[in-house]
């Protein structure tokens, strides 16, 4: 068996940065334990546990109120860990699963009663072996109503997410913005194509998330304070203030070469963000509609 990997700082720092009351961390996972909850036998990689626990601790220290969970690749089509972490937040927490296309009508309205509210179609190459366009529409058709689909794509395959992304009937949310290159600047190629693809639908909406996957020194960006990232994605939460959600990405899988202080991500929010009404929606207002309209 591989050796388990960490990604997270085993210490964050107190971010500067005090979200407003009722913010929601609403992109995250949880890994295990895996006494409890096994990785897929297809999981990608194999992280240390990162719990509810520990997820709910750094909630509290980073000074927010709720958590969305996003379902990680290497638990697969299982949700057991994800549902298990939402079922001890008291309420706190909601999910994102990633479901086998098959599934049936009652096991989604299962996984609605477990406060899931949306699935997650990963198109990485290096976290999944397949992604079954056709499979996912017909799931995306069939989901419980308020649902919404979480996508992840890289800045490579944008303008071949297209006709797939035009046939969502439910609304779309994008993870990390597809992955642009950053040092390409606020008005570059990549950034200039996502602003297209959020002006071809109303409902689709973007996280303005990872500066330290997107301005990694590892991807040839500059790394913390990831001054590149802060640059080319304030302008887009500006221009697009009702469409962005925005989450930690811990335990930040597969960032072991470079992990990142959470509360140096957390102070990433007033340089995109900077007015109260903006953090508001971005931290409060957004995720809530999303995830707690009912
Ligand atoms: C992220 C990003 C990554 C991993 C996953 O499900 C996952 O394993 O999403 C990644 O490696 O880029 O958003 O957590």
Redesign the pocket.
């Known amino acids: 068996m591989p050796d388990r990997i960490t990604s997270w700082h085993p210490s964050p720092s107190k971010p500067k940065f005090v979200p407003p009351p009722g913010a929601v961390d609403a992109?995250c996972?949880v890994f295990g334990p895996m006494a409890q909850f096994p990785f897929s036998a297809k999981a990608?990689?194999l992280p240390e546990d990162a719990g509810a626990d520990k997820l709910f601790a750094l909630r509290d220290h980073l000074g927010f109120s709720r958590n969305v969970i996003?379902?990680?690749?290497?638990h697969g089509t299982d949700n057991s860990a994800t549902l298990d972490a939402i079922a001890r937040s008291n309420g706190r927490a909601r999910g994102v699963a990633?479901v086998d296309p098959v599934i049936t009508g009652d096991e989604l309205a299962r996984l609605h009663g477990g406060g899931i509210r949306g699935v997650?179609f990963?198109f990485?190459k290096?976290?999944v072996d397949s992604a079954p366009k056709d499979a996912f529409l017909d799931v995306a058709g069939r989901l419980p109503v308020g649902w919404h689909v979480v996508i992840?794509f890289e800045a490579d395959i944008l303008e071949e997410m297209r006709p797939f992304i035009d046939a969502i009937p439910v609304p779309v949310v994008i993870?990390?913005m597809g992955r642009p290159d950053v040092t390409q600047g606020p008005v570059g190629p990549d950034m200039r194509a996502f602003r297209s693809l959020l002006d071809s639908r109303e409902d689709i909406w973007f996280k303005p998330?990872?500066p330290d996957?997107l301005d990694a020194i590892k991807e040839g960006g500059k790394g913390d304070p990831w001054d590149d990232f802060a640059a080319a994605v304030a302008p887009l939460v500006a221009e697009y203030p009702d469409r962005c959600i925005w989450g930690t990405?811990w335990p930040?899988?597969?960032?072991e070469d470079e992990i990142p202080d959470d509360g140096h991500i957390v102070d990433m929010i007033p340089r995109i963000a900077p007015t109260p009404e903006l953090q508001q929606a971005l931290l409060v207002d957004n995720p809530m509609r999303l995830y707690w309209s009912d």
């Open positions: 992109h996972h990608k990689y996003v379902q990680a690749s290497c990633v997650r990963n990485l290096r976290l992840y993870d990390h998330t990872c996957r990405d930040h899988p597969n960032m």
